[in-house]
């Protein structure tokens, strides 16, 4: 073959019956196997130059099978897609490394080329997600969501996922996030789909509280990102802030008695004095620091409070459990704020001890599903005992870590 295949990776099927033929009754005259292939003897003379020219590496041999061709279609598309147009890997990269793996004999892999192939694919993928959606099957038609708004410089985007998969179910620019219009592009889009809704979690947002309540008729769940970033921006900036200054103080007075120690003469009651203010300025830094250290804490807490089992024990927590463990944390959270002089003229802490119940829930669900599972199979005390005790926080903890 005188010319490289294009990015498609189709290797042309004169050379692909030449190399059969040749496999399949052992290498013979160019006449001969222009008889078996049926083609003129300048074309299988061409082949063969080409073949040769390409069988440079010791893998040259699987791209010239239909196989090979396939899996060199299926390589560059997908480093095409994922950094190409996902990453924004630029074409002349793309091609330096295609090179690296040594299949820029058998693929044109030219900066021009894989720029044409990249857009060829964007006008593809407008059509792909209709079609995989006309074809797929979902195994269960209520499903749980997470409802949100993110912003690209002006434009505003209305995001709605399907939490068990990660499938992004709506993504559209909208003007406003007013109930309305979210009622208007979500439940159309779950009708199309033929989906309905068990459990929408959100940010609290009303509009998107009222809409898991009065649009998609289920309970709205609280996320516990969203609980934990208000906490953040009440408490973490201005205690970042007193510790900075305080290092810089601390930085300064160092600086003073230094200087000072250097002198040739000098006053020991200015000595004194300068290591009082030295020490002081430390425990006021190390204040700072064990208040972060505190607060950090407080937020790891949080985030391991909200399962079934204790991260430290192991032991089962119902979700009355839970809850109390959150409101001994927003507890800690207000004395910290208070001792450190902290207010809190948003309510942020307020509105995160609102959310606490809808926090817990999720845990009460969790084990409502479980004692379900087990009452349907039947077992005997023993065995229901290790199964819930034993065997199900190694599977839990498991599944959350992979």
């Not at 720029?115 to 079609?131: D, I, N, S, T």
């Not at 009082?276 to 985030?303: E, F, P, T």
């Not at 391991?304 to 991260?311: G, R």
Request: charged share 20%.
């Amino acid at each position: 073959m005188t010319k490289k295949t294009s990015v498609t990776g189709s290797i042309r099927a004169g050379s692909l019956l030449i190399i059969a033929t040749i496999l399949g009754f052992g290498y013979q005259s160019i006449r001969q196997l222009a008889e078996q292939c049926h083609l003129s003897k300048s074309a299988v003379h061409r082949h063969l130059q080409a073949h040769k020219r390409r069988n440079r590496h010791s893998m040259s041999y699987f791209w010239e099978t239909e196989a090979g061709s396939a899996f060199l279609q299926r390589l560059v598309y997908a480093c095409l897609y994922l950094f190409g147009l996902k990453n924004q890997v630029g074409a002349e990269t793309l091609s330096e490394f295609f090179r690296l793996i040594r299949i820029d004999s058998p693929v044109g892999v030219s900066a021009s080329a894989l720029r044409q192939k990249m857009r060829e694919l964007e006008k593809h993928l407008a059509g792909f997600q209709p079609v995989q959606e006309g074809t797929a099957r979902c195994p269960e038609p209520a499903r749980t969501v997470a409802m949100d708004e993110t912003f690209f410089s002006q434009m505003m985007v209305l995001i709605l996922m399907d939490l068990p998969s990660g499938y992004i179910l709506l993504e559209e620019a909208a003007g406003d996030r007013c109930y309305e219009t979210w009622k208007a592009r979500a439940c159309t889009r779950l009708e199309t789909l033929g989906l309905t809704v068990r459990h929408a979690v959100s940010d609290r947002a009303k509009a998107l509280v009222k809409l898991a309540v009065q649009g998609f008729h289920c309970q709205a769940g609280a996320d516990l990102f969203h609980a934990q970033y208000e906490l953040s921006r009440w408490l973490a900036l201005p205690l970042g802030r007193t510790t900075q200054t305080m290092a810089e103080s601390l930085g300064k007075v160092r600086t003073q008695q230094a200087k000072h120690l250097k002198k040739s003469l000098r006053a020991p009651q200015e000595t004194r004095r300068l290591e009082g203010v030295v020490k002081q300025a430390g425990r006021a830094h190390q204040d700072c620091l064990d208040a972060q250290a505190a607060y950090r804490q407080h937020q790891q807490a949080i985030s391991e409070i909200v399962h079934p089992f204790d991260p430290t024990t192991g032991l089962a927590q119902d979700q009355a459990t839970v809850l109390t463990a959150l409101q001994a944390e927003a507890d800690a959270i207000q004395v910290l704020a208070e001792a450190r002089l902290i207010p809190d003229p948003k309510g942020r802490l307020e509105k995160f001890r609102k959310q606490l119940d809808d926090l817990s829930q999720p845990v009460g669900g969790w084990w409502l599903w479980v004692h379900a599972l087990l009452a349907d199979c039947a077992p005997d005390p023993v065995l229901k005992d290790w199964v819930v005790n034993r065997m199900m926080p190694v599977v839990y903890w498991h599944e959350r870590l992979t």
